[in-house]
């Protein structure tokens, strides 16, 4: 018979991962050198590969000045392209619909100037009543910007009484109801709180049915379920790529428009020398010639060094590939849930994350009933090496990342809860 540490560390054997292609920062606390490092969700842990790759880039910059536009090994004029084929694999994008640029919330912005159009009755904006804030705030500001009342204009959507995870039927029978009322839909795929994974394809398709523009904010999705927005008739989307994608800080953003959309002249654009075809570029003239595809949202020439890591990451992707990680996803958070309905048992905690795995990417999120998520993780990570991350005022989320995380991991996590939240009296 097995210890649950001794399953765990057979189960790392017998399924092991890709942790040795990634820095693992040490622990802070507890029996073990290594953290174990449960927040990829917030901000994903760096590719070996990564340093010397950007490197490269940086020496070309020493070696050839501006030249390098040109004669760099991978050249900046169109270092972006490296990135548009593997960033389109991901998120089931066609290259045409695939850029990666700026940031989340700025592409969230330059986005909405095209979609967002309300017109006569036709102005709400709905989102999740638990979004991540910073779509709230971009879609209020998108509403003052339209000189509409914010307060009218965004509807948030809650999920039922008692329930911690929308429906998928929540959101589509509001756009059944109300739909005619409704111009834009712009929900995130995997919720930041919950952990929860929307129906993106029914939820389009219901949002488009009732002549809304759906778009949707990837940034917990991407690299953690399969996507396939080209096939779902997704209007638009937005990503970061310093979640799951492993690219670093504040690390370069990607953008889906759906090729329906491509080459449209009557869709308003902000445009910058990068919005122009790139044949066009250097002729210097006053008015754009954009491509039809979604390079025309471009604005500046982007930053090569901010590009280079997500170019590694996205590689990796390529390699390894997203149906076997989500194969691995399932097993791995299955097998966490598993440790973590006997911790959650008899203590004030739940996991509010839906307990079908269709309904969820690899995030679980823990709701606790007393003192506060931050001292907890605080805990977690002095007395136990285990980083978790706390949403106030009471989650605590767990991400095993299928790339590097381990069932080791997954085992600390729970040790380390079952040991800094005291058991209720029976
Ligand atoms: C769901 C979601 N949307 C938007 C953002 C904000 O992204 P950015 O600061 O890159 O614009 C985040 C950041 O974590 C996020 O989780």
Redesign the pocket.
Same mark, same amino acid.
């Given at each position: 018979m097995h210890t649950p540490e001794q399953e765990a560390h057979r189960l790392d054997e017998a399924d092991p991962g890709h942790r040795h292609l990634f820095h693992v920062p040490p622990a802070d606390g507890g029996d073990h050198p290594e953290s174990a490092y449960l927040a990829g969700n917030?901000l994903g842990l760096q590719p070996r590969a990564t340093r010397d790759e950007l490197l490269a880039d940086l020496d070309a910059w020493g070696r050839l000045g501006v030249e390098g536009h040109l004669e760099a090994e991978r050249a900046w004029l169109p270092y972006h392209e490296l990135l548009t084929a593997p960033a389109a694999r991901l998120v089931g994008g066609r290259p045409a619909e695939t850029v990666v640029m700026n940031?989340?919330?700025?592409n969230?912005h330059l986005l909405m100037v095209s979609f967002y159009r309300p017109a006569g009755t036709r102005t709400r904006i709905v989102i999740e009543d638990a979004?991540?804030p910073? #779509?709230s705030y971009a879609v209020r500001s998108q509403a003052r910007f339209h000189g509409l009342d914010p307060d009218d204009t965004v509807i948030r959507l809650r999920p039922r009484a008692g329930e911690d995870a929308l429906r998928t039927e929540d959101v589509t029978d509001y756009l059944a109801a109300e739909g005619d009322r409704v111009a834009l839909v712009l929900l995130?795929g995997v919720n930041?709180l919950t952990g929860e994974l929307l129906d993106i394809p029914a939820i389009t398709a219901a949002g488009r049915a009732a002549g809304a523009v759906v778009g949707w #904010?990837l940034?917990?999705a991407v690299g953690n379920v399969p996507l396939a927005l080209h096939d779902w008739d997704v209007d638009f989307a937005a990503w970061?790529s310093?979640?799951y994608l492993n690219s670093g800080p504040?690390a370069l953003?990607g953008v889906f428009v759906h090729e329906r959309h491509l080459g449209d002249p009557d869709l308003p654009r902000f445009e910058g020398w990068w919005s122009t075809a790139a044949a066009t570029r250097f002729e210097m003239t006053p008015v754009s010639r954009p491509p039809a595809t979604v390079e025309a949202w471009q604005i500046s020439n982007p930053p090569i060094f901010a590009m280079g890591p997500v170019r590694t990451s996205l590689e990796l992707f390529d390699t390894v590939g997203m149906t076997a990680l989500r194969a691995r996803s399932l097993r791995l958070t299955g097998w966490l849930e598993s440790l973590l309905d006997e911790v959650t048992a008899d203590r004030p905690l739940r996991v509010v994350t839906p307990r079908d795995p269709a309904r969820r990417g690899c995030q679980l999120s823990v709701r606790i009933g007393a003192g506060s998520a931050a001292e907890l993780t605080k805990r977690l990570r002095y007395e136990h090496g285990v980083i978790a991350d706390a949403r106030e005022p009471d989650v605590v989320r767990f991400a095993p990342v299928p790339l590097y995380s381990t069932y080791h991991d997954c085992w600390r996590a729970a040790a380390a809860l079952a040991a800094t939240v005291g058991q209720v009296a029976s």
């Open positions: 917030s940031s989340l919330t700025v969230l979004a991540f910073s #779509d995130g930041y #904010d940034a917990h970061c310093y979640k504040g953003a």
